[in-house]
């Protein structure tokens, strides 16, 4: 019985020895099995990312094609007038008259005579002229509506989107546990006398020395809350305030921002913090204006539940990309200045941007501008830009600002496209004569202030008496203003030309009335009972 038994657990060890066996050999069986899946996946990915990044690069490289073609004829055209000299006097000639030689009105757009005094004279503008400033028009805005994406395409995108969650953002700062919690007196500081912290709508705080923002969630009906100069390191206590608008956390020190579903928020300025990411805004449907300047950022996400936002400030950040960006195509301005941008890319479903700052980057050339109509203000400040050629094949036709001052252009490209241009600023770059500018902008008709202060060409003597007699509509000339006998005639002007700006006056018109209704509402706020007035 005993050699029985022995056997009896001999036997059971060997079978358990063989089903352990079989589950190993089953376990690696199935691991192998999920790395062949995992190294098959992979494999995938990777080729569908090699076939976008293939057709990504082809569409970039049609782009610089056109556009390379488009400088080329440009180019072709300020030779021509260059070597016109010989003859005693230079002509300069709009160069797109190049892009449609069998037009029938194809003619100059524009002409420049510097004759051997040298003083230049402004031929008046012709019925041919007109045409072919209109013909030139119609060319480039047909061309724009056959490249451009409609916005239906941009805002049926956006609705049918699926909003993602952010991630887990910035970790909550430990000595953020040891700041002092916010006492009753400076919750109810700017209310009335005798309100209970339930029925607080404005906190104003300003000036204190470290503190929590937690005990901001004992006032749910908070309509406005400023804490500025308090050291506060969390952004926090604000979710279930289902009426705030408006939170000013300005200069102090926050590195991670939770008001997840405030979707009543309208604004939210964080500047002068210590943000590296962007996070904790899901659920913010409404926010329109949001500024996050002055913080370290790297990059641009976590704006997927941002389908109103309207003004973004990310200036004095450490960006070195705007990928991201089209996941917000409501923007109507955009300041990314001061940032380590090498280019301005993923701006194409950024339709109805109107502002653009790109100061202070390291920009080579301007951005390309495709879909853009809309855009008013351009600012290219203090980069390594050496020609404005991108700009020529840009259909711009509300553009009134135009700034590319501290960068290395040698002579300004033709703008006689952009209709509305109104301020340009060239200053401190390594334009050598009038030429080089008169060229450009002579057929500006609307150009009003011009600043090339800095430049080579301001060493002669003449260079303000050349400029101004070129445009009559010169205003003030780097810094000073200028007397003309002449203005723009309203007669002169292209039927197009006159509706951009009835649209624009529309615009700011109705800008007017509803920054005039937000500040009654306001007024009318603090009239109930406010005791601050922000």
């Known amino acids: 019985e005993r050699g029985r038994a022995k056997e ?34 992979r494999r995938k990915h990777k080729e569908k990312k090699l076939k976008l990044e293939e057709q990504e ?174 050291e506060a390191q969390v952004l926090e206590g604000v979710q279930n305030c289902a009426r705030l608008q408006h939170i000013d956390a300005s200069q102090n020190r926050l590195s991670l921002l939770v008001c997840t579903g405030c979707t009543t928020l309208d604004s939210l300025l964080a500047s002068h913090n210590q943000l590296s990411s962007i996070h904790g805004l899901d659920g913010c449907n409404n926010l329109q204006v949001l500024d996050l300047s002055h913080n370290k950022i790297t990059r641009i996400g976590g704006l997927d539940s941002c389908v109103h936002l309207q003004h973004l ?3 004095y950040n450490q960006l070195i990309s705007l990928r991201g960006l089209q996941l917000v195509p409501t923007l109507l301005q955009l300041d990314v200045s001061h940032n380590h941008l090498p ?47 991108v700009l020529s094949t ?31 600023d060239v200053s ?5 004569d009038v030429s080089g ?20 060409l301001t060493e002669d003597n003449s260079y303000r008496s050349d400029l101004v007699s070129v445009l009559p509509s010169l205003c003030h000339l780097d810094g000073e203003e200028v007397r003309q006998q002449s203005s723009v005639a309203s007669d002169t002007e292209l039927p197009f030309v006159r509706m951009c700006l009835a649209q624009r006056e529309q615009w700011d018109s109705m800008k007017c009335r509803h920054e005039g209704c937000q500040t009654v509402r306001q007024c009318k706020k603090m009239a109930v009972g406010s005791a601050w007035i922000p």
């Open 437 to 456: 500018v008169a060229g450009g902008v002579s057929a500006c008709v609307r150009l009003a202030t011009l600043n090339v202060v800095g430049n080579p």
């Open 57 to 230: 690069r082809r569409r970039r490289e049609e782009e610089q094609k056109k556009i390379d073609e488009e400088a080329k004829k440009t180019k072709e055209a300020e030779e021509r007038s260059r070597n016109v000299k010989n003859t005693g006097n230079v002509e300069i000639v709009n160069p797109d008259q190049l892009h449609n030689t069998s037009d029938t009105h194809q003619g100059k757009i524009d002409s420049l005579t510097i004759q051997d005094n040298p003083t230049i004279e402004r031929k008046p503008c012709t019925p041919e002229d007109m045409m072919t400033m209109a013909n030139d028009v119609e060319r480039r805005r047909l061309r724009w509506m056959e490249l451009c994406r409609p916005w239906s395409q941009v805002s049926l995108q956006l609705k049918h989107r699926k909003i993602r969650k952010g991630g887990r953002g910035a970790a909550r700062p430990a000595s953020a546990k040891n700041l002092p919690e916010l006492t009753d007196g400076q919750l109810l500081m700017a209310s009335k006398p005798g309100t209970a912290l339930a029925k607080v709508e404005e906190v104003h705080i300003e000036g204190v020395t470290g503190c929590s923002l937690s005990r901001l969630a004992e006032c749910p009906d908070l309509v406005s809350v400023s804490v500025k100069q308090c």
């Open 8 to 41: 009896m657990i001999k036997k059971r060890e060997e079978e358990e020895r063989q089903r352990q066996e079989e589950d190993e050999e089953r376990r690696k069986k199935e691991q192998q099995l999920r790395c062949v899946q995992e190294e098959e996946e």
């Open 394 to 424: 840009a259909w711009l036709p509300l553009l009134s600002l135009l700034s590319v001052k501290q960068n290395s252009l040698t002579q300004v490209t033709s703008l006689c496209h952009l209709l509305l241009l109104e301020h340009l």
């Open 428 to 432: 401190h770059n390594q334009l050598e």
């Open 313 to 315: 400030d990310l200036s």
């Open 343 to 389: 280019a301005a890319d993923n701006l194409q479903d950024s339709a109805l941007l109107q502002h653009l700052n790109l100061a202070s980057n390291t920009l080579t050339q301007p951005p390309t501008l495709n879909n853009h109509v809309l855009l008013r203000s351009l600012v290219l400040d203090d980069n390594s830009i050496s020609s404005l050629d």
